[in-house]
């Protein structure tokens, strides 16, 4: 993970230079600040290998009668969060002094993607051994062909952040129906709950609040503008965290200058990205519902503020749990409520004192009935009225 | 008490069927809505039965009850009925009456003033309750029942969620019919039986016929 880190921050300073230097020398300043890349470098030895590779037609037929196709799309690529790394870094074991000649031995698809996806974990090590403990690694390596590797949910030459949680409805679509069997609400909890928060039962979980604009879809920081992290940070007078005051004014300052009408959107997800990969078997999925609509329930008590970076990734700010069931998100978190997790202290006492109330007043009145007897009875001696 | 001393009563047809069926299935209704409310709401604090039953029965109950609001609904705009609920027209003259009512309660009752009120077949109820039953079963009531088919299905009814202003809205005004409701639950029973003898509304509400007076009209 150290050595992740360290590539990573490289990476990241090499591509800030490269889009200062090239873009600076074509006087584009704006195209420079879109992204920290738009369309980054590609070496001299990965341009040569796709002077071949981007050709779509590309391909070899394989013992089992398949044809593995050897196109590599050249722009998704570059774009990638690997595209700066070199085709070598996944494809150690070509040599071009002796490549295409010196062909290789493939068997079938399957096997060459399953050899390929080793490469993954020398820089993952971290997500590769959480995946081999999953439910996926335990069936592909039962032998079931379409058990995901880490390329089936992430993708291979085209890797971008925050992505695979959209690749499990392309296999599970038929599976997500059958939770309205037991999850009322199911298409809903699908939205706000990611499927790892039950499917990762091990990992601890939270409550991200995310800009959404309405029709306009989730909020992506826009480059010029003061960066969310800073909004929030000036929000938070007293830097320990957003409470709901301070959450509302933010939420007033983004809205002054918002093109249109911006809520947080509540979601259940795990603290940690990495996780995800401990997807174990149904038997062990949380069901419980409990586990989220229970007062101060786990995923409750860590919340944060966040909106879409430029790369995908979320940018996020912590904030105390007291702002899911204070009186004020009725104002600044309108579009999120569960049940009990977001229980309201507010509503809770006026349901005491409805409660007190309705047991008081009519025991009140009895007794006061019960005073006045012998002055009533009184009166109607006298023949009153 | 001496009206009852002097004496003649009769007997009036005040509650016909349909508001009797609706009546005792509505109240049953709320008790079981309340209590699984309460499980739904109060999962850390109460042991009834699961959250999931709870949610299921709570639903299923839901929508009973909102079937059985239109019995209601449709015996009053159907027949002549409606008429018990303003034989006033004039909202002075109910106003007064409504204070009238309420001094009774809260002072007359007492001192064994009679209640100023007396029941006739379009007069069942009095300008208190009068006034309280319509904004019960025309506001409180279907608020209730539209946040709660909302909440439902928060993906079918996104659009409507929307324009209520957002679940947490829709909830919350769901939980405040709820607070309302509770108090309104123990209190009414309590008010049906300040009669003589105190079980006199309740049986008319079982048998359709009160027991009322006989008063020169
Ligand atoms: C009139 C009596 C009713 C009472 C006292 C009542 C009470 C409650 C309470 C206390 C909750 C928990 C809310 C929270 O903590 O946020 C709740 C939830 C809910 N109520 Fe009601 N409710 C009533 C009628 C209805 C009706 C008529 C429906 C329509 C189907 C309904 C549907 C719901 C739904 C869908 C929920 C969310 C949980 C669930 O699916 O059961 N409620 N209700």
């Known amino acids: 993970m150290a050595r992740l880190q360290r590539l990573d921050a490289t990476m990241r300073a090499a591509m800030r230079h490269f889009c200062a230097v090239v873009l600076a020398v074509a ?42 196709s050897l196109h590599v799309a050249a722009g998704p690529y570059a774009r990638s969060v690997h595209g700066a790394f070199g085709c070598g870094a996944c494809h150690a074991d070509i040599d071009a002094s002796v490549h295409p000649a010196q062909g290789k031995d493939i068997q079938s698809r399957r096997q060459y993607a399953i050899e390929r996806a080793e490469a993954c974990g020398l820089c993952h090590a971290d997500a590769a051994e959480r995946h081999a403990g999953s439910v996926h690694a335990r069936r592909a390596a039962e032998g079931d062909p379409l058990a995901p590797l880490c390329s089936g949910c992430h993708g291979s030459h085209a890797v971008t952040p925050r992505t695979a949680y959209e690749t499990c409805v392309r296999c599970h679509s038929a599976d997500l129906a059958a939770h309205a069997k037991w999850l009322p609400n199911s298409r809903t909890h699908h939205e706000v709950v990611s499927c790892a928060a039950c499917h990762a039962p091990e990992a601890p979980r939270m409550i991200d609040l995310r800009l959404h604009g309405g029709a306009a879809g989730w909020v992506v920081e826009q480059e010029g503008a003061t960066p969310f992290g800073e909004l929030a940070r ?24 918002a093109p249109g009408p911006r809520r947080l959107r509540g979601r259940v997800e795990l603290r940690e990205d990495v996780l995800a990969h401990g997807l174990l078997a149904r038997e062990e999925a949380i069901r419980a519902c409990d586990s989220c609509h229970r007062y101060g329930a786990e995923p409750f008590r860590n919340v944060t503020v966040s909106i879409v970076g430029t790369d995908g990734r979320p940018l996020r700010y912590p904030a105390k749990a007291e702002i899911l069931g204070s009186a004020l998100a009725v104002e600044s978190l309108p579009e999120f409520y569960a049940i009990g997790g977001t229980r309201s202290p507010f509503l809770d006492l006026l349901f005491l004192l409805a409660l007190a109330g309705g047991i008081g007043v009519p025991a009140g009145h009895m007794t006061l009935k019960w005073l006045f007897r012998k002055h009533r009875a009184r009166r109607a001696g006298s023949g009153g009225e | 008490m001496a009206q009852q001393a002097s004496g003649a009563t009769e007997r009036i047809y005040v509650h016909p069927l349909p508001v009797r069926v609706w009546h005792w299935i509505n109240a049953l209704g709320f008790i079981a809505l309340i209590l699984t409310g309460i499980q739904i709401r109060y999962v850390d604090l109460v042991g009834l039965m699961s959250f999931r039953t709870a949610v299921h029965l709570h639903n299923w109950i839901g929508f009973l009850l909102i079937a059985n609001f239109f019995i209601w609904l449709l015996f009053y705009l159907f027949t002549d009925k409606i008429r018990v609920y303003h034989p006033e027209l004039s909202p002075m003259k109910h106003f007064r009456g409504t204070l009238r009512q309420l001094r009774y309660y809260g002072y007359g009752i007492f001192r064994g003033d009679p209640n100023p009120h007396h029941v006739s077949v379009y007069r069942k109820f009095n300008p208190l309750q009068s006034m309280a039953y319509q904004i019960i079963m025309m506001l409180v009531v279907p608020l209730q029942f539209f946040t709660g088919l909302l909440l439902w299905d928060l993906h079918r009814f996104a659009g409507a969620v929307q324009l209520f202003g957002g679940v947490r809205v829709v909830a919350t005004v769901h939980v405040l019919c709820f607070i309302f409701f509770t108090g309104f639950i123990l209190v009414h029973p309590y008010l049906a039986s300040l009669a003589h003898p105190p079980s006199r509304h309740f049986k008319a509400m079982i048998t359709g016929y009160e027991e009322v007076e006989k008063k020169p009209d």
């Open chain 1, 27 to 68: 006087a584009q300043p704006a195209l420079c600040a879109a992204a920290d890349a738009v369309e980054p470098a590609l070496s001299d030895a990965d341009a040569a290998c796709l002077g071949c590779h981007s050709m779509e037609a590309l391909a070899r037929s394989l013992p089992d009668g398949e044809t593995l």
């Open chain 1, 234 to 257: 000036a929000a938070d007078a007293d830097g320990d965290g957003l409470d709901a005051l301070e959450l509302r004014g933010l939420l007033q300052r983004i809205n002054r200058d």
